[in-house]
């Protein structure tokens, strides 16, 4: 008799139900794979105190970095309605899929998940969206543990990797890469990656959503393969690109982002 076959998910999210685009992928795997996906992990958002705050705001710049950023209009990445718009259009309550199989933890890296992954012994471990996962879970998977990365690795990684190609004036460097993953941020042998195209109007809620859906689809197939032992992976050039930070993403980036969002829609006028 064939041993059953488990699939375990671990989405952050800044809710405990996740965000739409943690929605989306888990709705996915639940059509692709049914029971196969035995747990739905989502974990309560990081709490920083005060002190770590205000040491995370100073570390965004100087002064005059941290006074533009007060009198900035605009927020700090997509908007989530607009995510929630793109994603999970007909959705009037925000609820994590799975029903029973969802189970809500206070972190993806303490001992509650590694209880529920020894119970569940997961070929695949799939994770999205989370805290960094620390190697006592990510080794858990009898197979594989793969991350889903919305940027063109190794070229684009670390944070807001759809929002850096259009900086740097790099439509072609768009895209989403499915990764084994590691330590290191972003930086596991590479399963497979999309590209994600910039059309007039795009803003970056837009292209997310195009890195969400394609990436999606590269994730289903990934775990397909890798259940059916054929999922090759290739070791990244990490000389290459650039790893950025939270901190990188100033209120002069913002504004550069969006004098150069106008620029491609009059280029493809």
Partial sequence: ?????????????????????????????????????????????????????????????????????????????????????????????????????????????????????????????????????????????????????TGLSPWYRGDSTLFWPVFYNEPERLGVTVHELVESVDGGAIAATAAVHYEPGDREAQLFAKGVRAGTQLYLDSVTAALNGTLECQPQDLSIGHEFRWKDRTVAAERQVIANFEQWEGASS
Wanted: include cysteine; aromatic fraction near 6%; hydrophobic fraction near 35%.
């Fill in 1 to 149: 008799m064939a041993a059953l076959v488990s699939i375990v998910i671990l989405v952050g999210g800044s809710t405990p139900e996740g965000n739409a685009e943690h929605r989306y992928l888990v709705d996915a795997f639940l059509e692709r794979f049914g029971d196969r996906v035995t747990r739905i992990v989502t974990a309560e958002p990081v709490k920083r105190s005060f002190g770590t705050r205000l040491k995370r705001m100073l570390k965004r710049g100087n002064y005059a970095e941290r006074l533009a950023r007060w009198r900035y209009p605009g927020g700090y990445g997509p908007d989530p309605a607009d995510l929630q718009r793109l994603l999970r259009p007909d959705e009037s309550t925000p609820q994590m899929p799975g029903g029973s199989r969802r189970v809500h933890l206070p972190s993806h890296n303490g001992p509650e998940c590694e209880a529920i992954l020894e119970a569940d012994q997961p070929d695949v471990i799939v994770v999205y969206g989370t805290s960094i996962i620390r190697s006592n879970i990510f080794s858990k998977a009898r197979i594989i543990t793969l991350n889903m990365h």
